[in-house]
T-cell receptor, first 120, second 114 residues
Framework: DAMVIQNPRYQVTQFGKPVTLSCSQTLNHNVMYWYQQKSSQAPKLLFHYYDKDFNNEADTPDNFQSRRPNTSFCFLDIRSPGLGDAAMYLC???????????????????FGPGTRLTVL | AQSVTQLDSHVSVSEGTPVLLRCNYSSSYSPSLFWYVQHPNKGLQLLLKYTSAATLVKGINGFEAEFKKSETSFHLTKPSAHMSDAAEYFCVVSVRTGGFKTIFGAGTRLFVKA
């Protein structure tokens, strides 16, 4: 089945120790998103890739970086995790190509199961 | 600018009774609207979407929603709640004109009593 996979599902790191979360997809979608979701809150968009173009949200801390080496994989790097970075991190994909008129169609996002990050 | 307001942070219903989760939106452009469901410690799953076709949208698990432009609403309903419907529900506005924006509502927690 085509899907969005996140590894690991649970990640424990130490305060200040860099950590990388990974996301892969078999859907061949050109857009990939990273969200941070804290307890009882809505997902907060950190950044997204449209193809290879990286789009950072204005309020995403510099501590968060991302890499997308190819269509299938996307990584979230947290350079120096703080206690406030403990959260669920969700990866999502979306197929988004312009139509014949050049307009982008609104499509749903396909979410992975998330990685729960604990910072000790 | 776009915004989404989910009018209830918590909704509690008895099993077998109707469900109504309310969502109002604002958008400078013609939006697409989505409802997602999230069970504990899981990712989000699409329930249904409105993308400028039929205003009454049917989704999975018996849910449906009606897009009402005059009221700027996209309320989610289900005729008869099931215990398995207990989860968090998010209303989402998506705009692809004038930028690439996806706005989540704050979420509504649905409790279903036996």
């Amino acid at each position: 089945d085509a899907m969005v996979i996140q590894n690991p599902r649970y990640q424990v790191t130490q305060f200040g120790k860099p950590v990388t979360l990974s996301c892969s997809q078999t859907l061949n979608h050109n857009v990939m998103y990273w969200y941070q979701q804290k307890s009882s809150q809505a997902p907060k968009l950190l950044f997204h890739y449209y193809d290879k173009d990286f789009n950072n949200e204005a309020d995403t801390p510099d501590n968060f970086q991302s890499r997308r080496p190819n269509t299938s994989f996307c990584f979230l790097d947290i350079r120096s995790p703080g206690l406030g970075d403990a959260a669920m991190y969700l990866c999502a994909t979306e197929p988004s190509r312009p139509n014949s008129g050049g307009a982008l169609k609104n499509n749903e996002q396909f979410f992975g199961p998330g990685t729960r990050l604990t910072v000790l | 600018a776009q915004s989404v307001t989910q009018l209830d942070s918590h909704v509690s219903v008895s099993e077998g009774t109707p469900v109504l989760l309310r969502c109002n939106y604002s958008s400078s452009y013609s939006p697409s609207l989505f409802w997602y469901v999230q069970h504990p410690n899981k990712g989000l799953q699409l329930l249904l979407k409105y993308t400028s076709a039929a205003t009454l949208v049917k989704g999975i698990n018996g849910f449906e929603a009606e897009f009402k432009k005059s009221e700027t609403s996209f309320h989610l309903t289900k005729p008869s709640a099931h215990m398995s419907d207990a989860a968090e529900y998010f209303c989402v506005v998506s705009v692809r004109t004038g930028g690439f924006k996806t706005i989540f509502g704050a979420g509504t927690r649905l409790f279903v009593k036996a």
